[in-house]
């Protein structure tokens, strides 16, 4: 099984408890959401491989170390996933960017692919698939199996908020990818919403309802 990473740190959870306020404006939400993503690309990209290159200072020459290998990509599920883009570009400002839209098919309530973008050489890349929610997990699992016939070099799945259905789900179709969340919730209610949650993210995120 995959581990789950709790990212538990102090200003990770404040900053949290800030955005689950019903009463938080757009605006808060927003900047809360990229203040928090930006620290959760940290300790998302703290085992990215290293390799190392000579380079001169101004006084001698040294090993140094560099990222290993071709730039990372990003890949946000639509559209709440945007949400967290800007903020780990402040970390990885060299991303790449993907993007992979999907909808639940009200008849067999399976999610259908409607959007795909990626960038080239992606069996080269090591991706972090990004959507604040983690509800039925039905979507996270149906985007890492897409992004499994790419055949990359890794997959790793960021959330702000899991529901244990949701890391049941994703967990049991895909045993290798590791979660990154700042909560596990309770649970989720009759319609898909993780308990106690902050409501519909990408409302809040777009300010639409
Ligand atoms: N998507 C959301 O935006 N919120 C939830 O609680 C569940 C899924």
Same mark, same amino acid.
């Given at each position: 099984?995959?581990?789950?990473?709790?990212?538990? #740190? !102090?200003?990770? /959870?404040?900053?949290? =408890?800030?955005?689950?306020?019903?009463?938080?404006?757009?605006?808060?939400?927003?900047?809360?959401?990229?203040?928090?993503?930006? &620290?959760?690309?940290?300790?998302?990209?703290?085992?990215?491989? &290293?390799?190392?290159?000579? *380079?001169?200072?101004?006084?001698? =020459?040294?090993?140094?170390?560099?990222?290993?290998?071709?730039?990372? %990509?990003? *890949?946000?599920?639509?559209?709440?996933?945007?949400?967290?883009?800007?903020?780990?570009?402040?970390? *990885? !400002? @060299?991303?790449?960017?993907? #993007?992979?839209?999907?909808?639940?098919?009200?008849? =067999?309530?399976? !999610?259908?692919?409607?959007?795909?973008?990626?960038?080239?050489?992606? #069996?080269?890349?090591?991706?972090?698939?990004?959507?604040?929610?983690?509800?039925?997990?039905?979507?996270?699992?149906?985007? %890492?199996?897409?992004?499994? /016939?790419?055949? !990359?070099?890794?997959?790793?799945? %960021?959330? &702000?908020?899991?529901?244990?259905?949701?890391?049941?789900?994703?967990?049991?179709?895909?045993?290798?990818?590791? *979660?990154?969340?700042?909560?596990?919730?309770?649970?989720?209610?009759? #319609?898909?919403?993780?308990?106690?949650?902050? @409501?519909?993210? @990408?409302?809040?995120?777009? @300010? =639409?309802?």
């Amino acid at each position: 099984m995959s581990k789950v990473h709790l990212i538990d #740190h !102090p200003l990770v /959870q404040h900053k949290l =408890t800030l955005m689950r306020r019903k009463d938080a404006s757009t605006n808060s939400f927003r900047r809360l959401l990229g203040e928090l993503s930006t &620290l959760m690309a940290y300790e998302v990209t703290r085992d990215m491989p &290293l390799q190392d290159i000579q *380079v001169e200072t101004p006084l001698e =020459t040294m090993t140094g170390k560099v990222i290993d290998g071709k730039k990372l %990509v990003l *890949v946000s599920i639509l559209r709440a996933g945007n949400g967290f883009l800007d903020g780990m570009l402040n970390v *990885v !400002p @060299g991303a790449r960017v993907g #993007h992979i839209g999907l909808y639940r098919d009200p008849q =067999t309530l399976q !999610p259908v692919e409607y959007y795909f973008k990626m960038p080239s050489e992606m #069996h080269e890349r090591d991706i972090i698939v990004v959507d604040p929610m983690l509800a039925t997990g039905n979507s996270a699992a149906a985007a %890492v199996a897409r992004l499994k /016939q790419l055949e !990359p070099r890794s997959i790793k799945f %960021v959330c &702000l908020l899991a529901a244990p259905e949701g890391i049941a789900t994703l967990q049991g179709a895909h045993p290798d990818v590791p *979660v990154y969340t700042a909560a596990v919730d309770r649970e989720l209610n009759d #319609h898909g919403y993780i308990l106690p949650g902050l @409501g519909d993210a @990408g409302d809040r995120i777009f @300010g =639409t309802k």
